[in-house]
């Protein structure tokens, strides 16, 4: 009996070994012609490399990054391995820093320089990353605007002005006159400036400094940029970017009022669909918490009733970024817009100048101030792409 047993265990296990041997060569096969990783291993996206523009004056290509895309990873970079935080850290603390004479051996690789202002400017690859930093705290870089760097104060670039015009033609007919499709914009450098103090105690004591630091700046400049990108500024506007919000030839749903349903997005959904905007394009929602507050206390309407209100799939479905950046007046009437944000483009000078203040501050309470400063601007390439959601009572 146990010979029988040990036979037919044998045979069980040698149909086993043939129907691995068999099956798992086929699913191999399988993943290399779907160019998927064989079991066992990490699916990893390969990623797709920016868009390239051409400057029609120079002739040089500029790359177009989407957000998630690195102008960082674009640069040459030196063999120096300095974060923005570091370098911010080093010039704040100078020659009392403990590794000084490290920062300043990094400075001179990644060709920081001494400004004639007193500064210090700061190009590739350093620069770079400032800027991938505060695009990853944009929201309107979240929401999909599209980052064109800028070598220069301004940069040219085609919007279109009313949609192109098909007719049929008969033969020997007149061709139709037509109004131009296309019209210039240019992206014009704004200046946003930051100034941040800190006393000379925590600069030299605190081991955190150079990530409070980053994140203080950062996080300061993609609130302003973002606030300037929708509404622009009431004091001396022309100094920054318009804003969305005031964007000619928008689509607006107005005096929505106090929503107690989800209508107010359809409305603004159908205005898009009505000109031309594919659904799958129709990108984020962008408005102050206090609407996400608003909307997330709804309930059905039903007596007595507590369950909270669904929205419709197409609603439920498209992305929302709340942010204090968006117009929220007297606690009370808010806007919103939605669009395809492909068609919003954010231009940004690379290059980065940062200055240390001390004379100022340190005799009268023994302060230093770091003064940064970023330089962009926003342009809509078409503005029929756009929805603004105006006058909703939260």
Known sequence: ????????????????????????????????????????????????????????????????????????????????????????????????????????????????????????????????????????????????????????KSLSVARLVSDPTVTWHGENAALPDSDPTFGLATLSAKTAT?????????????VNIEQILQSTMVAAFANAVDSAGLNGVAVNAAAAPAGIFNLTGRNTVTSIGAPTTWDWVVDGMYELLADNVPQANIGALIAHPAVWKKMRKLKTGISSDNTPLIAPPEVAALPKLW??????????????IMGNWSDLLFGVRKGLEVRVLTETFLGSNLQVALLGYVRCDFVAVRPESFVTLEGLTV
Request: proline share 4%; hydrophobic share 40%; aromatic share 4%.
């Open 1 to 152: 009996m146990d010979s029988e047993i040990k036979q037919v265990v044998g045979q069980l296990g040698d149909a086993f070994e043939e129907f691995k041997t068999t099956h798992v060569a086929r699913v191999d096969e399988l993943e290399k012609r779907l160019n998927r990783p064989a079991f066992g291993t990490t699916a990893t996206e390969k990623p797709q490399p920016p868009e390239q523009w051409r400057d029609a004056k120079s002739g040089a290509p500029i790359p177009v990054l989407r957000h998630g895309q690195s102008l960082a990873a674009l640069e040459k970079r030196s063999d120096a391995d300095i974060s923005v935080g570091r370098f911010l850290r080093g010039i704040v603390l100078g020659n009392r820093a403990d590794d000084a004479r490290e920062l300043a051996e990094e400075r001179k690789a990644l060709a920081i320089n001494d400004s004639v202002a007193g500064g210090y400017t700061v190009g590739g690859a350093l620069s770079a990353q400032w800027i991938d930093l505060l695009r990853a705290n944009l929201v309107l870089s979240q929401a999909g605007a599209l980052t064109v760097p800028m070598d220069a």
């Open 323 to 336: 942010t204090t950046a968006a117009p929220l007046t007297g606690g009370t009437t808010a806007k919103a």
């Open 194 to 206: 930051c100034l941040v103090k800190l006393s000379l105690e925590l600069s030299q004591d605190s």
